[in-house]
């Protein structure tokens, strides 16, 4: 039974640059969720995907979309990337919207410079 | 807006001591989970608690649910190296969302 799997694991780009991060959910799972984690700190809610459409937003600027494809996979796209960017991007994956706990996978490692 | 604190920040203990770390949210909250995450890992799902003053063990961890669903605890009996890692308390955004909200985390060293 496969766990969340994310790719890549690290990445190096260049500020104004953009990104795009996948993430393959737990088999049986239909919702993901995506969270940046800065160094020392929680995760941070950016958004989450349920049905193919975002259901719900974190306090996040619109240079951060994503997408869920009918497989439930994910991508998390990042546009004119910031210095501050450079985070852990941990997608999570849950059944339903409800209380359900989160999945999190390894994550990947953005460093912008 | 909504806040979850927890404290301490860091603990370091020797091993063989007991280990606490609170949770306080600003918002009363429908339900609380815990995880762990090691260093260099990703969180993992330790528990959820979801009745006012619940109280859920697992081996050496107990974890609370307080009266007013506004604040939390995790105690660890007996620490061991394996428990090392940041422990992180997290409310939904909203009632049946499970959209989390982490706290701050604590970290947690032991000390052989």
């Keep these: 039974d496969a766990g969340v799997t994310q790719s890549p694991t690290h990445l190096i780009k260049t500020r104004g640059q953009q990104v795009t991060l996948r993430c393959s959910p737990k088999s049986g799972h239909d919702t993901v969720s995506w969270y940046q984690q800065a160094l020392g700190q929680g995760p941070q809610f950016i ?3 349920y049905e ?6 974190g306090n996040f600027p619109d240079r951060f979309s ?3 494809f009918p497989n439930y996979s994910s991508e998390l796209n990042v546009n004119a990337l910031l210095l501050g960017d450079s985070a852990l991007y941990l997608c999570a994956s849950s059944l339903g919207q409800g209380n359900s706990p ?3 996978g390894n994550g990947t490692r953005l460093t912008v410079t | 807006g909504q806040q979850v604190m927890q404290i301490p920040q860091y603990q370091h203990v020797q091993e063989g001591e007991d280990f606490t770390t609170y949770c306080n949210s600003s918002t009363t909250l429908s339900n609380i989970q815990w995880y762990k995450q090691r260093p260099g890992g990703h969180p993992v799902f330790l528990i959820q608690l979801v ?11 107990t974890f609370q649910f307080g009266e007013a669903k506004k604040n939390s605890s995790l105690h660890i009996t007996a620490t061991q190296t394996t428990d090392v890692g940041t422990y992180f308390c997290a409310g939904p955004f909203a009632d049946g969302a499970n959209n989390l ?3 701050t985390g604590t970290r947690l060293t032991v000390i052989p």
């Design chain 1, 52 to 57: 193919e459409e975002e259901r719900q937003r």
């Design chain 1, 47 to 49: 958004f989450q995907y």
């Design chain 2, 51 to 61: 009745k006012s003053g619940e109280v859920k063990k697992q081996k050496r961890l």
């Design chain 1, 66 to 68: 994503g997408h869920q």
């Design chain 1, 102 to 104: 989160l999945h999190f």
């Design chain 2, 101 to 103: 909200f982490f706290g």
